[in-house]
């Protein structure tokens, strides 16, 4: 990993999204008229770190697949623009690029949700070999779980010789990351997708702790928890203990990673 005095070099391998929301002036009805408002912009959680990031000076190649459509194509501008390497973001024809779409009601609560990811089946092992020179190049490895499960193990098992921070992206497809976690030499995670992995119930500060170590004994040497508003979990052997309030920075979590800081550091760091 790299030290304090160099310039970090992150190759990010995750999903981008639209977010499209559709808010109505008025009560919702079922109809073809409901005045109101639609906002559109790109989220996940890696397409945040990227930026993130990047605006921090961290050199960023960012590794996914979109379709080839309008979508897509300003995905790839607006990380090209925010200096965020896309020599490996591919455009895929005949695929939509992914979004997740809610119509809101009076109280902004979702009445009803589409969601597409279906492009993120296109990333392919041999994709993952093009941009080989790169990823080698990298002091780390940001690691979605969208992607089919054989990329996934192929990613680890190909580089297992950069730090891999996993950086699961729902408790839907958290599941794919059972047969890497020895490979792998951190985790950023949910709590649902914690359970889910794990197969823990963690409800209570005792049993958060018990899953803390699970993944500790499962050969992973920095664990954090985000908790969103309880702030963040961590783990590695140096300590183990909870930083609150939060939100965490999660930008701030993979900084310290990159730079092998203890997880108490990282984690302090986030939480300011």
Known sequence: MTTSNSTPNIVLIGGAELDIKNRPLGQ???????????????????????????????????????????????????????????????????????????ILNLLDQPEMEFQNGDVFDQLTKEMIDQAAK?????????????????????????????????IPDSEESVGKAKSILGQIKGILIGRRSAEVL??????????????????????????????????????DQLGTGVERPGPARLATIVEGFVQNRPASESAAAAIK
């Open 28 to 102: 919702l009805q079922f109809g073809p008229e409901n005045p109101g408002t639609i906002s559109i912009d790109c989220n996940s959680k890696a397409w945040n770190m990227a930026l993130d990031l990047a605006g921090q000076g961290f050199m960023v190649e960012f590794i996914s697949v979109a379709g080839n459509d309008f979508s897509g194509l300003a995905m790839k501008a607006q990380l090209e623009r925010n200096g965020v390497g896309v020599g490996n973001f591919h455009l895929i024809d005949g695929k939509d690029t992914a979004a997740r779409h809610e």
């Open 134 to 166: 790169s990823i080698s190049l990298a002091d780390c490895i940001l690691l979605e779980t969208r992607f089919p499960q054989e990329v996934i193990q192929h990613i680890a098992t190909s580089f297992s010789g950069i730090p891999i921070l996993l």
């Open 198 to 235: 794990s197969g823990l119930s963690i409800l209570s500060e005792e049993e958060m702790l018990a899953a803390g170590e699970w993944f500790f004994d499962a050969g992973i040497g920095q664990v954090f928890f985000d908790l969103g508003f309880g702030g963040v979990y961590f783990k």
